[in-house]
């Protein structure tokens, strides 16, 4: 039955739609509730998931959808992420009167992101895109009496606004050069005709639509704005879900165009290169955490980025692209858990001495720092080393040189972290929040690292893999 | 059993950062019988290991599976090269342990994570020496770094040792991440893609010379020379000294800048013979330079560990000078092999006594919190175990015959000049600054007046007297009758450079 393979992304969108409702049926006091609907939700969506990795890579829905296994890894990275973001969210959002509607918004996010992952059709990733942008417009700003969530939600929305359209402009275009929406047309139609500069400036629109949910440049601006303003857990999810679909989706756009066109993957290094720079030379210098972990994000797309130029030159492009997202997704989501955990702790000075306070969630945000670093044997090391090792195999040596400069530059502001965690003296009372919160924490780190231990087991799951069309 | 000599200190060390009510004496004797374990089982290993001109190169091997998808394994061995270098580490780290710890890891919270970062660092630095797989070389030889890191921010002294721990990190991370460029681009070269450093070794993937293989090349010398420190990659090694607390100078010096001489001999020179060959001019005119101006500096500094700290940039181009002449395409086999014979011989050497100098300038400041050599005078009276141990050490450092650095240095000369006799008349400079060096830094130390404020200044106590007294009696024994250690890395030489 075709619909089978919608299973994941209809659990999704069904547990939201309950949750809407129990949100508005239940007492404010017992809106937490929701919390758990939603993570039974994710969790039927993960395992129908997981009964996907052993399907035969197809294309579904008239040529929309495709089922391939890094398409299916990607979804498992998103839901997963998903799960570790709610863990952390009902202690965070315990007062907030809209409490339960969060997490229908969390999950209509997810299909979004889902969507895009999956989406062999423009305009099914126009979808994804826009149900994505518009759910992470809310999210930012989901505290309405906080200037600084406002403005994250603001400036999100602004930006997004923009780099929408764009992507409308590009997917036109290429329906004019095409003559239809899917891929798999698309494919044959690319090189044959038309003229490249033509493919390419339809191209450059879309990927600019994509680098918005990617936070690579140009259109990044909002990543920092968000990760400071947004909830805390909101910002761990808008920094990390969305961007594996669009990691996913810009892959597979990679896979139709970059074949046949001659500046496709010219085009995806210059954005990986300058994502990389520009996020890491903003970050040296940010005393807000939040902040800080938002450039680095923009820096984290430029790495992702090096991957996706390679598809199609390199046959360690696609493990790496997924080991990178899953390391990223670890990673990224323990930071955020901690800052979580410790209530949002912003400022820098604040974190100096805490590894004699709290050593555990120091010793998680120490652990997320170093693997966003690429410390073996963590799994942001193997993430780097299979992206440094797709960039010299297909020939752009100078693309890993730009990650290796990168990973230096990088340091300053990760041990600016993580130094004073443990040079200084502790202060004298640090508040926390509940078990959810430190469980959130404590599963992310140890992701970050059983997953650098364990990803054989990832790259075997990824053996022979393609990705659809 | 390679293995335990890595997990047992791991282990440990998370072991004592887990228990919570030691007593400070606890602590220690814990820590000192953790960071013996790998030192027996390396001494069972040197016992086993067999030098037969007809035995495997690599010995002792296990081998677990790891990311079976890229090549890479838990592999472990060793050959006499790398045992030797192993067994001085593993001995470099139970003195540092066993040494009395520095006043800034007084509080017991802190001296628990004191030894407990010793261990791992104890743990990752055997791992370097051990692996047998380029990627497992690469995590531990990046471990070593964030370790390190650690024991000098947190147990540095002054404002400073934050900073010197991050020019440290920053410096050496930028270089191991040219190595790892280096090494993918080295591994991508082998199908099926494998990190197994014996099918490399055999296989030398880029034999046929070219860019590609020359940037492979700059990639690894550039990492590794950052490590070891070769001029002009040296800067950030002062400064680490000056603020890191004795034993972790010791360790610095004595275990980690082998990492790169070490990786140097077991990388591009086994890795890549063809093209180090090609480039081996050049890197040894650097080590010339690092040999002369690092007795130069040396010999301009007035603060003590600054000062060791350089003879230690001059003593690391003297094992640089020995692989580079080992890979020289004019000399001779033989003497090719005994260069790189006196290069491993230096490695151990200076492990020891710089270590132990180190060790000594640890005592120094946890007596006067001070390195200036002009603020000290007339010790000799006032501490005389303290003045023998540090003359003994000084005399070995500047390469008096009977002691080890002797014999490393004539080794590595003898070599030296059968392939580049010019540049060994040059590097011999080196030689004399440091004697003159050393014996100024004596004569500021110990002999003339006694300042008032050391009227109280107190000798070595037993177990600083005993731990230097260990490290310097195999000083004089290596010097003394250095032939069982001469066959077996000679074995591993001699093997090395035939191809």
């Known amino acids: ?239 990390v879900v969305p961007k594996v679909g669009a990691a996913v989706a810009l892959a597979r756009l990679g896979q139709v165009l970059g074949g046949e066109l001659a500046g496709w993957s010219g085009l995806i290094a210059t954005l990986a290169v300058l994502s990389m720079t520009l996020g890491n030379l903003a970050a040296l210098r940010q005393t807000d955490v939040r902040r800080l972990l938002g450039w680095s994000s923009v820096s984290q797309s430029g790495y992702l980025l090096v991957a996706v130029a390679m598809i199609g030159r390199s046959g360690q492009a696609l493990p790496a692209l997924i080991v990178f997202l899953a390391g990223y997704a670890a990673a990224n989501l323990a930071a955020f858990a901690v800052v979580a955990r410790l209530r949002g702790r912003a400022d820098l000075q604040d974190y100096r001495g805490l590894a004699r306070a709290r050593p555990w969630s120091m010793l998680v945000l120490t652990i997320a720092l170093l693997s966003l670093l690429g410390i073996p044997p963590l799994v942001g090391f193997a993430g780097k080393l299979l992206l440094m090792l797709a960039a010299v195999d297909g020939g752009l040596s100078w693309l890993a040189v730009a990650v290796v400069l990168n990973s230096v530059i990088s340091l300053f502001y990760y041990a600016r972290v993580i130094g004073p965690m443990y040079f200084e003296p502790p202060p004298p009372r640090v508040a926390v929040l509940g078990p959810w919160a430190q469980t959130a924490m404590l599963l992310a780190g140890a992701l970050t690292v059983g997953l650098g231990f364990g990803v054989d087991g990832l790259l075997r799951g990824l053996a022979g893999a393609v990705l659809l069309p | 059993m390679l293995s335990a000599t890595i997990w047992v200190p791991l282990i440990g060390a998370v072991l004592l950062a887990a228990w919570r009510d030691a007593s400070p004496r606890g602590l220690r004797i814990a820590a000192v019988l953790i960071a013996s374990i790998p030192l027996v089982l390396l001494v069972v290993a040197w016992v086993r290991f067999d030098a037969a001109a007809d035995a495997p190169l690599f010995q002792l091997v296990e081998e677990l599976r790891w990311i079976s998808t890229l090549g890479v394994a838990w592999r472990l061995g060793v050959d006499g090269i790398a045992l030797a270098v192993a067994s001085v580490s593993a001995l470099v780290f139970v003195a540092a342990v066993a040494y009395p710890p520095p006043n800034s890891a007084s509080d017991e919270g802190r001296l628990r994570h004191y030894y407990a970062w010793l261990l791992f660092l104890d743990g990752i630095s055997l791992g370097v020496f051990l692996a047998l797989d380029l990627l497992l070389f690469y995590v531990f030889f990046d471990l070593s770094l964030v370790g390190m890191y650690f024991l000098i921010g947190r147990f540095g002294h002054g404002e400073d040792a934050r900073r010197a721990a991050l020019k440290f990190f920053i410096y050496t991370l930028g270089g191991s991440l040219a190595m790892l460029l280096g090494i993918i681009g080295l591994v991508l070269a082998t199908d099926p893609l494998t990190f197994d450093m014996r099918t490399l070794i055999a296989a030398q993937p880029l034999s046929g010379g070219g860019t590609y293989a020359g940037l492979v090349l700059l990639g690894l010398i550039l990492g590794l020379g950052i490590k070891t420190p070769i001029v002009p990659f040296h800067t950030w090694l002062p400064p680490a000294h000056v603020d890191a607390p004795g034993p972790a100078s010791a360790i610095l010096a004595g275990v980690l800048l082998k990492m790169g001489t070490y990786g140097l001999v077991r990388l591009p020179f086994s890795m890549l013979r063809e093209t180090f060959a090609h480039y081996a001019l050049p890197l040894a005119i650097v080590a010339v330079v690092s040999i002369v101006y690092g007795a130069l500096v040396a010999w301009g500094q007035t603060n003590l560990k600054r000062r060791i700290a350089y003879t230690s940039v001059n003593h690391m181009g003297y094992v640089v000078l020995g692989i580079a002449a080992a890979a020289g395409l004019s000399g001779q086999a033989s003497a090719r092999a005994v260069a790189l014979t006196g290069a491993t011989f230096e490695m151990v050497a200076h492990a020891l006594i710089t270590g132990a100098l180190f060790l000594i300038a640890g005592a120094f400041w946890q007596r006067g919190g001070e390195y200036e050599l002009r603020a000290y005078g007339g010790l000799a009276r006032r501490a005389p175990r303290l003045t023998g141990l540090t003359v003994l050490a000084a005399f070995a450092s500047l390469g008096l015959p009977g002691l080890a650095g002797f014999v490393a240095e004539f080794q590595v000369f003898a070599g030296a000049f059968a392939v580049y006799p010019w540049l060994a008349a040059i590097a011999l400079l080196g030689i004399l600054i440091t004697a003159a060096l050393f014996l100024q830094m004596l004569q500021l130390l110990f002999f003339g007046e006694l300042p008032a404020r050391w009227s109280g200044f107190a000798d070595l106590g037993w177990s600083e007297t005993l731990v230097l007294c260990g490290l310097l009696l195999l000083v004089v024994v290596l010097g003394v009758y250095p032939g069982w250690a001469l066959t077996v890395i000679g074995a591993t030489a001699t093997r090395l450079v035939a191809g």
């Open chain 1, 1 to 239: 039955m075709p619909l089978a393979r919608l299973v994941p992304e209809l659990a999704v969108l069904l547990a939201a739609i309950v949750v809407i409702l129990s949100a508005s049926l239940l007492p404010r006091r017992q809106q937490g509730f929701c919390a758990l609907l939603a993570a039974l939700g994710l969790v039927v969506a993960a395992a129908a998931a997981g009964l996907q990795l052993g399907w035969p890579a197809a294309l579904g829905f008239s040529g929309t959808w495709a089922i391939d296994r890094v398409t299916v890894w990607a979804k498992l990275i998103i839901l997963g992420g998903t799960l570790l973001v709610l863990l952390m969210s009902p202690e965070w959002l315990r007062r907030d009167p809209r409490h339960g509607e969060y997490y229908a918004v969390l999950l209509f996010a997810t299909v979004g992101a889902l969507m895009m992952a999956g989406a062999a059709d423009t305009m099914e990733l126009v979808i994804g895109v826009l149900l994505s942008s518009t759910t992470g417009y809310t999210l930012a700003a989901y505290h309405r009496g906080d200037d600084l969530s406002v403005e994250a939600g603001m400036k999100f929305f602004l930006v997004g606004a923009l780099a929408n359209a764009l992507l409308l402009i590009g997917v036109v275009w290429l329906f004019g050069l095409a003559g239809s929406t899917e891929y798999a047309v698309i494919k044959e139609a690319v090189g044959s005709g038309q003229p490249d500069t033509a493919w390419l400036v339809a191209a450059t629109f879309v990927v600019i639509g994509l680098c918005f949910k990617l936070g690579a440049v140009p259109a990044h601006t909002w990543m920092p704005d968000a990760a400071q303003g947004a909830p805390v857990p909101a910002a761990g999810y808008l920094t």
